[in-house]
């Protein structure tokens, strides 16, 4: 019988359990962050609605001991994209947030961050950049600011928007509203 890929016939049980154990290490990651990337598409996620790939689902209040999230603060707003760079590109655009605190995380399929878009990392002007898939090889078109290079075709964006209270929820969800994917 023909050797198979990193086991031996002479393998022992602890080889195998090992390996397997390995293996669980390796893709639980990918699993679980696959798993909650089709909840979301799905039914949403906590505050959030359903939304297909490419496209933002944005929370219009603000959190609170009953919102189910990962990790959730009482004076942010959420927004959620996943996104499917397997048909190529997509281009953000994000708007002037007025020197208001928001980041744009951006996920890998197995949960590792690898960018971000914002106050901090970015500043708050108005602007474009293009998110591309692994191995893409073309050019920026003009007026982008900057190429976001996706190590996975899968993409969590999770967007956060600072608010102070219920009455700052309008320039909020003006900002969310503005915030946009296309090809």
Do not use: K
Request: net charge negative; hydrophobic share 40%; aromatic share 10%.
């Amino acid at each position: 019988m023909p050797e198979t890929t990193g086991t031996s016939s002479d393998s022992t049980g602890a080889d195998l359990v090992d390996l397997a154990a390995e293996a669980y290490v390796y893709g639980y990651p990918l699993v679980c962050d696959l798993s909650m990337v089709g909840t979301s598409l799905r039914d949403g996620f906590g505050a959030l609605a359903a939304a297909p790939f490419n496209r933002f689902a944005h929370s219009e209040r603000l959190a609170d001991h009953r919102t189910e999230f990962v990790s959730v603060n009482n004076d942010t707003v959420y927004s959620i994209a996943q996104l499917d760079l397997s048909g190529g590109p997509l281009r953000l655009h994000v708007p002037d947030s007025g020197g208001a605190y928001y980041v744009l995380q951006f996920v890998d399929a197995w949960t590792n961050n690898f960018a971000y878009v914002g106050r901090r990392a970015t500043g708050t002007a108005e602007g474009e950049w293009l998110i591309v898939p692994p191995g893409w090889a073309g050019s920026a078109p003009d007026g982008v600011r900057g190429v976001i290079d996706a190590p996975t075709s899968v993409v969590t964006v999770a967007g956060r928007y600072a608010c102070d209270g219920p009455g700052d929820l309008p320039r909020v969800r003006a900002l969310q509203e503005r915030l946009t994917l296309a090809p």
